[in-house]
Structures are given as structure tokens and as C-alpha cells.
């Protein structure tokens, strides 16, 4: 069981917004530590999306955009394309653990 | 342009070791921290373990703690994992990847990772 949990999946059109949540607890993002999104089309690497719970890597898409609130997190992705069909992943520290944690994964399919 | 190239990749029967190494390129190597972070077949990532730039500072998810070794040779730009006693469950991508800056957790470039398969 991960410690950060994302629903196992989400869908949506193209043109469409898709959420993608990431609840935690008073450890992790409740504690106040940054959450971090990744893309990952299957069978490559991880692809950094979202750091510091909002901040967007340079050449990321504004499409893609990350809120947190209490002790959850969530990624927002307007305007669905194809190409953005692939898993998310969340990642913060976790204290009591003290390392970092991921979510479980989210798999995004556009319709 | 910033390069992690994995290798080690190999079948270890339960109870072996084997090292991974991740050669690194396109960047002041000293000056960032590494991570390795794996994924079994079909599902997410799991940490595994980090070290600081300058190599002094190690950290461990607590399940490996013991079993796996994290180093660096920073006048090879390469960073490594020893792993020994190693389990089915074990069995994963490994993938090595950059923090972002000193002292975060986030990852801004991966490797293309390199497989690991346990089994007798």
C-alpha cells in the first residue's frame, strides 16, 4: 500500500479537465512538504510535470497545473490531448518515514 | 544536455548481489544529489535511496535499510546501488535519477532505467 494514495484511474475527451488527486496525511503533505507530479508513458522514464506543489519545469505545458490543499494534493490537466494519455504519479516526504513517498499511480486515458 | 545512463542490469538468484551503476553526464555532478527510485512490474515508484552531492550524506527507504548501498564516485560522475540479499519482491526497473537543487526531493531527469530480476 503506498503511503500517498491516487485513484488507480481517471478519463476524459479531448478538449476536457481531468483532476488527479493525491491524499496524504499529517506526515507528508499535511506536514507541509512539497508534492511533486510525474508523467510517464509506459516503458520510459518518469517525466517531471509539477515541483513545489505548483511550479511547472520550463517546456511544460500551462495545460498542466497543481494545487494543494490540507493533506492532499491534486493535478489539473486542461485541455486533454492524446498525447497526454500516460500515469501520474505523486512524490513528497514523508517525516515519520523520513524519505521520500510516492502515490500509487494514476492511469489517464483520453476517450 | 543533461544524460543518466543506467547499467547492471542482470537475473540474480534470491539471496544475491548485484550492483547497478548510473553514468552521468551534462552536468556538474558533484553539485547534485542522486536518487535511485524502482518500479515493479505493473505498478508505481517506491524511493529507494539518495545521497548528497558531495557523497556524505545517505538516506534509505526503511525496508532496504541494511541491504542496499548507496555511493558515488564524483570523479566518475557515476553514482551506484549494492544491493545483496536480494528478494522475488525486489524484481523491478531501477531507475537513477537528479534532484532538482540541493536538499529536494524533486526529480528533473531520469535515467532510462535497467531491469532487475530476482529468481532462481
Known amino acids: 500500500q503506498s503511503v500517498l494514495t491516487q485513484p488507480p484511474s481517471v478519463s476524459g475527451a479531448p478538449g476536457q479537465r481531468v483532476t488527479i488527486s493525491c491524499t496524504g496525511s499529517s506526515s507528508n503533505i499535511g506536514a507541509g512538504y512539497g508534492v511533486h507530479w510525474y508523467q510517464q508513458v509506459p516503458g520510459t522514464a518518469p517525466k517531471l510535470l509539477i515541483y513545489?506543489?505548483?511550479n511547472r519545469p520550463s517546456g511544460v505545458p500551462d495545460r498542466f497545473s497543481g494545487s494543494k490543499s490540507g493533506t492532499s494534493a491534486s493535478l489539473a490537466i486542461t485541455g486533454l490531448q492524446a498525447e497526454d494519455e500516460a500515469d501520474y504519479h505523486c512524490q513528497s516526504y514523508d517525516r515519520g518515514l523520513r524519505s521520500s513517498v510516492f502515490g500509487g499511480g494514476t492511469q489517464l486515458t483520453v476517450l | 544536455e543533461v544524460q543518466l545512463v543506467e547499467s547492471g542490469e542482470g537475473l540474480v538468484q534470491p539471496g544475491g548481489s548485484l550492483r547497478l551503476s548510473c553514468a552521468a553526464s551534462g552536468f556538474t555532478f558533484s553539485s547534485y544529489g542522486m536518487h535511485w527510485v524502482r518500479q515493479a512490474p505493473g505498478k508505481g515508484l517506491e524511493y529507494v535511496s539518495a545521497?548528497?552531492?558531495?557523497?556524505?550524506?545517505?538516506y534509505y527507504a526503511d525496508s532496504l535499510r541494511g541491504r542496499f548501498t548507496i555511493s558515488r564516485d564524483n570523479s566518475k560522475n557515476t553514482v551506484y546501488l549494492q544491493m545483496g540479499s536480494l528478494r522475488p519482491e525486489d524484481m523491478a526497473v531501477y531507475f537513477c535519477?537528479?534532484?532538482?537543487?540541493?536538499?529536494?526531493?524533486?526529480?528533473?531527469?531520469w535515467g532510462q532505467g535497467t531491469l532487475v530480476t530476482v529468481s532462481s
Open positions: 535519477a537528479r534532484a532538482r537543487i540541493v536538499g529536494s526531493n524533486e526529480l528533473d531527469y
Open positions: 545521497i548528497s552531492g558531495d557523497g556524505h550524506s545517505t
Open positions: 513545489g506543489n505548483t
